[in-house]
Each structure stands twice: as structure tokens, then as C-alpha cells.
């Protein structure tokens, strides 16, 4: 929350005093302007209770097409910062969903039939106008946070709807076919990123955009996931 700008002080020879008096005031009012983007609670962008919810609980939600992984089920905490993040730019809370993203990847690569190796991480791509209203991209913010190089292999083939409002079967017509790969895989292993996997129709496209350029494709991994679950 951005406190609203504050007159300059007009008496420039006020006593120290007051002067110290609206020091203390303006830090004051800085502490107390930050809500808390997971309970409301004055204080701090995020309070250590919330924190504590981020602490990552890793969901496999079922896909036919490419594996799936999430550090969080999108549900409270994860929810409302995840939402603080898209909707109202707090991009300083990215830092706190790293460790589920990372749990993500370290599940995906643990186990049989585990990928050999990670070549790039390749981000869903975010749509203009959500470029627009938001002015980040939070799936590629996210990637560049993985430690494996990034590619954007990714871009929209057409204008797809907004997803959100659509079910399972709406969702997967709305995007059959949006996406395609900018550049040629050859055989290079990529895992997919994103922030929230609802029914997983965009990540089985985007697997199915990257395998028609020749990329393997190790799976798809995101900070939190909705919907159906395995
Ligand atoms: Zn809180």
C-alpha cells in the first residue's frame, strides 16, 4: 500500500522538536501502511504467521499429458499473496513463494522416471493485456528465480480468452493450438514454469507447443495448483 504523498513542511524554522515529532510520525505512518498480504494484519508485507503458511506442501495434480508439479495448493496464504503479486504488483512477495516453486522442481526431479537434466526453464508466456495491466511478467519472474537458464521458447499463436471463468473443457478449446514455440528445441530438456496450475489445460499446450519444436519436455511446475489433484 503506497502512503499518500505528505506537503512539505512550509516552516522551515520550526523547533527541533516538532520537527523530530513529525520524523517519528512519517516513519510511523511507513511501518503502519503495510498490511500484512496474507491476513490483513498491520505491519509488514507479509507477517511470519503467513510466512509460515508458504512453507511449501507439494501437490501433484494429474495430467495425461506432461507431469505436474506445485509447492502449494491455492488456498488461503498461497492464495491472497499470489493474488497481491497479479493483481496489485506487490512483486517484493515473489521472494516469499521461491521455496514452494523450488520444492516443486526438487519433487519433479526426485524418484523413477525422474528427468536426466534440466537444460531450460521456459516461462508460459502472459498475455498483452495482461502485460498491460500488470507491466511484469510473474511466470518469467519466477523462472529466473530457478538457477537454470531461461528460455522464452514460448508465444501466443492467436488472442486466447481470459481463462478464468472457464471450466476444464472451455479451457482446453480456448487454447488448443495458442501456443506456439518461437525456436527450434533440438532435444533440449525443458520444464515449464508457471504460477498457478488450475485444470493444467495451458501447461499440456505449451507441452504440446514445445514438442512439435523438437524440445523434451521433463514436466511443468508451478507455485500453486487448484483444481483436480492426484
Ligand atoms: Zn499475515
Given at each position: 500500500m503506497i502512503p499518500e504523498p505528505r506537503s512539505r513542511p512550509t516552516?522551515?524554522?520550526?523547533p527541533p522538536r516538532s520537527a523530530l515529532r513529525r520524523v517519528v510520525q512519517e516513519i510511523a505512518d511507513l511501518v503502519f501502511a503495510s498490511v500484512c498480504a496474507?491476513?490483513?494484519?498491520?505491519?509488514?508485507?507479509?507477517c511470519l504467521s503467513c510466512e509460515a503458511e508458504l512453507a511449501p506442501r507439494v501437490v501433484r495434480p494429474r495430467s495425461d499429458v506432461v507431469p505436474l508439479r506445485a509447492g502449494l495448493v491455492f488456498d488461503g496464504v498461497a492464495a491472497s499473496v499470489l493474488r497481491a503479486v497479479k493483481?496489485?504488483?506487490?512483486?517484493?512477495?515473489i521472494r516469499s513463494l521461491r521455496p514452494a516453486l523450488a520444492a516443486a522442481v526438487d519433487d519433479l526431479c526426485a524418484?523413477?522416471?525422474?528427468?536426466?537434466?534440466?537444460?531450460a526453464v521456459v516461462p508460459l508466456p502472459t498475455t498483452r493485456a495482461a502485460f498491460r495491466r500488470r507491466g511484469f511478467r510473474v511466470p518469467e519472474i519466477l523462472a529466473r528465480g530457478t538457477g537454470v537458464p531461461l528460455l522464452r521458447a514460448l508465444s501466443y499463436a492467436r488472442r486466447v480468452q481470459d481463462?478464468?471463468?472457464?471450466?476444464a473443457r472451455e479451457r482446453r478449446a480456448n487454447l488448443a493450438g495458442g501456443l506456439v514455440a518461437s525456436?527450434?528445441?533440438?532435444g533440449a530438456a525443458a520444464l515449464i514454469v508457471d504460477d498457478v496450475i488450475t485444470t493444467g489445460s495451458t501447461c499440456a499446450e505449451a507441452a504440446r507447443a514445445l514438442r512439435a519444436a523438437g524440445f523434451q519436455v521433463v514436466g511443468a511446475v508451478a507455485v500453486a495448483a487448484t483444481g483436480r489433484r492426484g
Open positions: 516552516d522551515v524554522t520550526a496474507g491476513c490483513g494484519a498491520a505491519g509488514a508485507a507479509l493483481e496489485e504488483g506487490q512483486t517484493s512477495l524418484g523413477a522416471g525422474a528427468p536426466r537434466r534440466i537444460d481463462q478464468r471463468g472457464l471450466d525456436r527450434a528445441g533440438e
